[in-house]
């Protein structure tokens, strides 16, 4: 083999369960406009930025009477490293202390309005304590994904050993600020056929790329299209709350698009690539060409192949109708949930208010087995069966029984029969790459699209980004994998963006996902698949631990390199 077997190590990641802090319960749905079915229009041919173009910032502090200034505690009262939350009389405000340097920054998490002070701070940057994105004390710029807006800062002074805090009084009610943009200065006339950048996809991977483009200055035209007929929503919340409605999801209003001339066209679906050419086309004939490219297709769910797949009332979670239907259905019903990996546990605790019975069914022995490991998934299994929630494992559905057409059985390989008056499939995704397989872009056996750190696939000016793609991870000697979070979708999409700039940036976060189910909230950093041994700290059955997983090495004795134990040899 060339080499010899290390002692096992722990890969950098990370699980941890806890009991939610008080204000996780008051989560809010992001609100914005409705969806519109239509394009929001104003386009056109290459120009170049100026600086005075862009739309103007609100000033931070309009005059002395839309200010309010405060001395807020002495400067011996926080020691480096130390966060507090202070008040203002319009609103309270993060005050930090680090290097001997104290900053004041808006105190909520503008994802979901987390209280930043229960995060941790670190290296100038202060992470959030449930969703772990980062922001810059300095300058209260959002560095690190989820969410889409940055912080205020406010302005900090020392006089006579007190600290004291100015800031503007509409700053510290909106809690959450939007990077200066450019607007799109090319006109839209007689070039409707072509934009300079094309972003197919609108998840998380399309909608940063193109914000990011507009806050790096970029000011032609840029069109955003999407299979939806919504503007970009949050559709990890779609598992998580059925009941929310679009206007609730929506990522950004409709008149956010007009305002930095992000064209979005909804209901529209490629279905063809012409790399030479440049050039798309769209289902219903319309042809767009572009100068770069952006692919950010996302994933396709699978479906069941089972005798009655036809039945209604059997859904997959993709839209919010998809999950708004399936609460209507559920309501002192029977629902059966297929799969028990993210989205259908997700989906179970939710309807276990809502529904008569719930029971899900799975192939493995129990729930996240290959994702979270036996020990863990028994602990998390334990919890929902205490929840009311019936489990039939190591089994599929070999039918589907209707009555007038609609869901009434569900009979399992088993050859148990459960009551059921709707269904959800989550069986995992394939990536929506069909669309590609003529082109000359090159996708791998499994149809996903592998690119290198900067999200170039093997076409010049053609990046991808999001659930469809394998990108090669550093701190596993740069392997290709594909991690579906939504937190890497974001970051993929800014290091898109980057680079149709020539910024020549890579992509280097940390995946991290989180759930939240029956009160306890579900945190993963880092990239386990394949891990040898679970170390768990804490107490699994109260479901207050941390979970490491590591994995094996294989130490080349020739060069000295490491890399990851696959049962093959080397």
């Not at 991290?512 to 804490?538: C, H, N, P």
Request: hydrophobic share 40%; proline share 5%; charged share 25%.
């Amino acid at each position: 083999m060339g080499g010899c077997f290390s002692k096992p190590k722990p890969v950098e990641l990370k699980i941890e369960v806890v009991l939610p802090e008080k204000e996780r319960g008051k989560e809010e749905l992001l609100a914005g406009g409705k969806g519109s079915p239509r394009a929001y229009q104003g386009n056109g041919t290459a120009r170049h930025f100026h600086a005075d173009e862009r739309l103007p910032a609100p000033h931070p502090y309009p005059s002395a009477q839309d200010c309010v200034e405060a001395a807020v505690c002495h400067v011996k009262d926080l020691e480096n490293g130390q966060m507090r939350e202070v008040e203002l009389g319009w609103g309270k405000v993060l005050l930090v202390k680090d290097n001997g340097e104290f900053h004041a920054l808006g105190h909520k998490c503008p994802h979901y309005g987390a209280p930043l002070v229960k995060g941790v701070l670190s290296r100038g940057r202060v992470r959030c304590p449930w969703h772990g994105a980062c922001f810059n004390i300095s300058t209260g710029d959002l560095e690190d994904f989820p969410g889409l807006d940055s912080l205020h800062k406010f302005q900090v002074k020392i006089e006579k050993e007190k600290v004291y805090v100015r800031a503007s009084k509409q700053a510290l009610q909106l809690q959450r600020r939007t990077k200066v943009m450019a607007k799109c200065i090319s006109p839209s006339a007689g070039h409707s056929s072509s934009t300079n950048v094309l972003i197919v996809g609108a998840g998380a991977a399309g909608l940063v790329c193109a914000e990011t483009l507009r806050q790096e200055g970029f000011s032609d035209r840029i069109v955003l299209c999407t299979l939806d007929r919504h503007l970009p929503y949050d559709r990890p919340k779609l598992s998580k709350s059925l009941d929310a409605q679009p206007e609730q999801l929506a990522l950004r209003p409709k008149e956010f698009f007009r305002a930095y001339g992000i064209e979005v066209l909804t209901e529209a679906q490629v279905v063809t690539v012409d790399v030479r050419n440049k050039k798309v086309v769209f289902k219903d004939g319309f042809k767009l060409e572009y100068s770069k490219l952006l692919l950010a297709p996302g994933s396709s769910p699978k479906t069941l192949s089972c005798k009655g797949k036809e039945v209604e009332n059997v859904f997959t979670i993709r839209t919010p109708e998809d999950a708004n239907r399936v609460v209507r259905l559920a309501r002192g019903r029977n629902a059966v949930v297929v799969g028990a990996g993210f989205l259908g546990m997700e989906v179970a605790a939710y309807l276990t208010e809502k529904a008569h019975s719930v029971s899900v069914v799975e192939l493995e022995e129990t729930p996240f087995r290959r994702f979270l490991g036996e020990r863990v998934g028994r602990a998390l299994m334990k919890m929902f069966e205490n929840n009311r929630v019936k489990f039939y494992m190591q089994t599929e559905v070999s039918e589907l029984r209707a009555q007038e057409g609609k869901l009434k059985e569900v009979v399992l390989k088993s050859s148990k029969v459960v009551r059921a008056d709707v269904c959800v499939v989550g069986i995992g995704a394939v990536p929506a790459t069909g669309f590609l397989r003529q082109s000359s872009i090159n996708l791998d056996s499994r149809g996903f699209i592998p690119v290198n750190k900067m999200m170039q696939t093997n076409v010049p000016g053609v990046f991808a980004a999001g659930d469809a793609v394998t990108f090669p991870l550093a701190w596993r000697n740069n392997r290709k994998v594909n991690i579906p979070h939504w937190q890497m979708a974001h970051a993929q999409g800014r290091v898109a963006a980057q680079n149709m700039l020539a910024q020549e940036a890579e992509i280097s976060t940390v995946p991290y996902l989180w759930t939240a189910m029956f009160g306890k909230s579900l945190r993963y950093a880092g990239y386990g698949e394949g891990f040898d041994d679970v170390i768990i700290q804490g107490d699994l059955e109260e479901l207050k631990f941390v979970a490491f997983y590591t994995k094996l090495f294989v130490l080349h004795s020739k060069t000295g390199d490491m890399s990851w134990l696959t049962g093959k040899g080397s």
